[in-house]
């Protein structure tokens, strides 16, 4: 699969489209189950709550690759992530309802840089705070 997005479609600004991604308790024992991260803390309330979180709290992987989807959803690529990297700010803390949690995630070309690249710096919110800080991420365009 190939990048939809031209070098030449971008300019440092753009910004590409937002998106809401909903995580429920079901959702993490399903990310546990496939990344074999069975930490307490995203699946078990009276534990988390033991070791002073406020709930179970997402895994910061899961956090971070959904993020990570306004880009490769904008490439039409995931490969043509070349790199990508985020720190770990706040936990999306996720209730046990029917509802669970919302990251909110925002994207724009922060930079041209050379080889037909691009950065692109990512913005993620949970229940009003930023969880993602320095969220970066290069992509290799056509």
Do not use: C
């Not at 993020?67 to 904008?74: F, G, K, L, P, Q």
């Amino acid at each position: 699969m190939a990048t939809t997005i031209t070098y030449a479609d971008v300019e440092v600004g753009t910004e590409l489209p937002a998106q809401t991604f909903s995580v429920t308790r079901a959702t993490l024992v399903q990310y546990a189950g496939a990344s074999g991260d069975f930490n307490p803390i995203h699946w078990n309330e009276k534990f988390a709550v033991e070791v002073g979180l406020p709930d179970v709290i997402a895994h910061g992987m899961f956090t971070m690759a959904e993020a990570i989807r306004v880009v490769t959803d904008w490439t039409g690529d995931p490969a043509a992530v070349v790199e990508y990297g985020v720190r770990f700010t706040k936990p999306v803390v996720v209730p046990n309802d029917d509802k669970g949690a919302e990251i909110a995630v925002s994207a724009k070309v922060a930079a041209k840089l050379d080889d037909n690249r691009v950065r692109i710096d990512l913005t993620a919110m949970s229940a009003g705070q930023k969880v993602l800080g320095m969220s970066r991420a290069v992509v290799q365009l056509a």
